[in-house]
């Protein structure tokens, strides 16, 4: 089954302690990407990556880092995890190639940083 | 740049009755839209995209969206809802002109859909 897998899907913790989010897919996709979702806000892009060693910034990079060292994951690292970025964060992936196809979603890691 | 509104928060709607899930959008160039949904506790799930063509696209679950360009718009509906629609419904646009680099989709806030029993 084509699947976009995340770990933990929940966490609480406390600031400051370093924790990584993973993200692994089986559909081959060139392209990944880390969003987090807040209320009222909607999902906001932090990283994403076109292919393994390529990444960049989206529009909220600030306290988050990523790696793509294989091409079918793509971990989100916070170093020094603060309040502010207790929410909702989502992984995905599509083809590069075909800007027309849609993203696969995972189901979502909660994190709460205390 | 390109940017997506959906400018209601909440709708409700009775089960049975025809829905309609607002969306309007900017790009520089010509769009590609999408709406997914996204169920409590799950990630968002795409339900249908527009990239050229006839102006009424059919999707997944009996949903169908409304291509206007003239409106700038892309408008979901159904034309019976069920209670087991209720859920977040996202619109988001790509500018198929922002660059072979660029993959990037920017999402509406999202539009939390009620149906009533």
């Known amino acids: 089954e084509a699947q976009v897998t995340q770990n933990p899907r929940y966490l609480i913790t406390v600031t400051g302690k370093k924790l990584t989010v993973t993200c692994s897919q089986n559909?081959?996709?060139?392209?990944m990407s880390w969003y987090r979702q807040d209320p009222g806000l909607g999902l906001r892009q932090i990283y994403y990556?076109?292919?393994?060693?390529?990444?960049d910034k989206g529009d909220v990079p600030e306290g988050y880092k990523v790696s793509r060292k294989e091409k079918r994951n793509f971990p989100l690292i916070l170093e020094s995890p603060s309040p502010n970025q207790t929410s909702l964060y989502f992984c995905?992936?599509?083809?590069?190639?075909?800007?027309?196809?849609?993203?696969?979603f995972g189901d979502g890691t909660r994190l709460s940083i205390l | 740049a390109q940017s997506v509104a959906q400018p209601e928060d909440q709708v409700n709607v009775a089960e049975g009755n025809p829905l309609t899930v607002k969306c309007t959008y900017s790009?520089?160039?010509?769009?590609?839209l999408f709406w997914y949904v996204q169920y409590p506790n799950r990630g968002l799930q795409f339900l249908l995209k527009?990239?050229?063509?006839?102006?009424l696209v059919k999707g997944s679950y009996g949903f169908e969206a409304e291509f206007n360009k003239s409106q700038t718009s892309f408008h979901l509906k159904k034309p019976s809802a069920l209670v087991s629609d209720s859920a977040l419904y996202f619109c988001?646009?790509?500018?198929?002109?922002?660059?072979?680099?660029?993959?990037?989709?920017?999402f509406g806030k999202g539009t939390k859909l009620s149906v009533i029993p």
């Open positions: 988001a646009v790509r500018d198929i002109w922002s660059g072979a680099g660029s993959y990037q989709l920017t």
């Open positions: 527009y990239i050229t063509g006839d102006n």
């Open positions: 990556s076109m292919n393994v060693e390529v990444t």
């Open positions: 559909m081959n996709h060139e392209y």
């Open positions: 995905a992936s599509s083809r590069v190639g075909w800007s027309n196809q849609p993203q696969h």
């Open positions: 790009v520089s160039g010509n769009p590609y």
